[in-house]
Nanobody, 127 residues
Framework: QVQTVESGGDLVQAGGSPRLSCTAS????????MGWFRQGPGKEREGVSS????????FYVDSVKGRFTVSRDNAKKTLYLQMNSLNPEDTAMYYC????????????????????WGQGTQVTVSS
């Protein structure tokens, strides 16, 4: 059974720098590109960042470029999202997702590219 479990969400002040983690089980982690998505109050789920199987390629949505950094440790089957300079607009439930890929450098962006999803971790940013 495939599971992806997020952690690290919290109530933080504006300007804070939490790090989210996502640990996967039940799959060959290094066969999967990974992504972070978020869904804020009253908003649709949006892609935040993704990283290729080998970690060489990354993608960021414009609103987080220069503030968030995605990384992965294939030996630990863990995905990370370092979040810096948070603002209230970053308040959302954050989800990690896994997408099987035959291309080691592929960074999928669309929600429909991903097969496995976690339950999410809440990040709330106070002003």
């Amino acid at each position: 059974q495939v599971q992806t479990v997020e952690s690290g969400g919290d109530l933080v002040q504006a300007g804070g720098s939490p790090r989210l983690s996502c640990t996967a089980s039940g799959l060959a982690f290094d066969d999967y590109a990974m992504g972070w998505f978020r869904q804020g109050p009253g908003k649709e789920r949006e892609g935040v960042s993704s990283i290729s199987r080998n970690g060489y390629n990354t993608f960021y949505v414009d609103s987080v470029k220069g503030r968030f950094t995605v990384s992965r440790d294939n030996a630990k089957k863990t995905l990370y999202l370092q979040m810096n300079s948070l603002n209230p607009e970053d308040t959302a439930m954050y989800y990690c997702a896994a997408a099987y890929s035959g291309d080691s450098f592929y960074t999928p962006v669309a929600l429909t590219d991903y097969s496995y999803w976690g339950q999410g971790t809440q990040v709330t940013v106070s002003s």
